[in-house]
């Protein structure tokens, strides 16, 4: 979280928090009415592309530009309610996690921060992220929903983790297609921009990183292992999942 809190004294960070706001913003207010599945709450969100993508290369600005981005969709999208403070903090989440995941996931973790196309860990890593990271902001959006009596959690998590997994998988391409012009052409890659007292890695990142996996799966899954009513297990996830995300 240091690295998140710190970029702001950054001119360059923050003008990529706008860029990546701007291109999120847009992309979800032309595709908000395309595929409606639930209306005014969530849609086949094509924009999904890109936060996992914002998250690696541009670190804590695509974290931010994707969550203000997503608010800029509910506002111009005509869905803005109860659930875009929801909605703010699980799009945070969707950019967050890529990037502090990258080195903490142990084992499974990549010992650099920059992507690297020979290295097995690079790909695996990529994509169990993109799921985890779409299974939190699933699990703080669904829970928000479900409290306010909107859509029932059950529902709402298992179409927002789909939704934005295959999304985020799919962007993939993308980042392929832009890493070595980001970081070698332009300079951008969000590691080269800030200042490495800036960024940090905390020793509790493992354990957060962990903590967010397991609070995620559970969100999703936890109704088929436990007992506990679906509600109870959306509000235990959720606060692992901020406690976890704290930690990274």
Same mark, same amino acid.
């Given at each position: 979280m240091k690295a998140a809190m710190r970029m702001w004294k950054n001119t360059r960070m923050i003008i990529l928090v706008a860029v990546c706001a701007a291109i999120y913003g847009a992309a979800l207010v032309a595709f908000k009415t395309a595929?409606?599945?639930?209306?005014?709450?969530?849609?086949v969100r094509v924009a999904n592309i890109f936060p996992m993508v914002f998250g690696l290369l541009f670190g804590p600005a695509g974290a931010w530009g994707t969550a203000i981005g997503n608010l800029i969709g509910d506002i111009f999208g005509g869905t803005l309610g109860p659930t875009s403070v929801a909605g703010?903090?699980?799009?945070?989440? !969707?950019?967050?996690?890529p990037y502090t995941m990258w080195m903490t996931l142990f084992p &499974? *973790? @990549?010992? /650099?921060?920059?992507?690297? #196309?020979?290295?097995?860990?690079?790909?695996?890593s990529y994509i169990l992220i993109a799921f985890i990271s779409s299974a939190a902001c699933a699990v703080?959006?669904?829970?928000?929903?479900d409290t306010l009596g909107i859509v029932p959690y059950?529902?709402?998590?298992?179409?927002?983790? !789909?939704?934005?997994?295959?999304?985020?998988?799919?962007?993939?391409?993308?980042? &392929? *297609? @832009?890493? /070595?012009?980001?970081?070698? #052409?332009?300079g951008l890659f969000w590691a080269d921009v800030m200042d490495e007292n800036d960024i940090g890695l905390p020793r509790?990142?493992?354990?957060g990183a962990w903590l967010v996996t397991v609070a995620s799966i559970f969100g999703l899954l936890g109704g088929m292992i436990t007992d506990f009513s679906e509600t109870t297990i959306g509000w235990i996830s959720a606060i692992a999942i901020i406690l976890g995300s704290l930690l990274l």
């Open positions: 595929i409606p599945i639930i209306p005014g709450i969530t849609e703010f903090v699980g799009n945070f989440l !969707l950019g967050y996690l &499974l *973790s @990549v010992k /650099s921060r920059e992507w690297r #196309s020979q290295s097995w860990r690079c790909w695996v703080i959006i669904s829970i928000a929903a059950p529902i709402l998590i298992k179409i927002i983790t !789909l939704n934005d997994t295959i999304a985020s998988w799919i962007g993939f391409l993308l980042l &392929l *297609s @832009v890493y /070595s012009v980001t970081k070698q #052409s332009l509790t990142g493992p354990i």
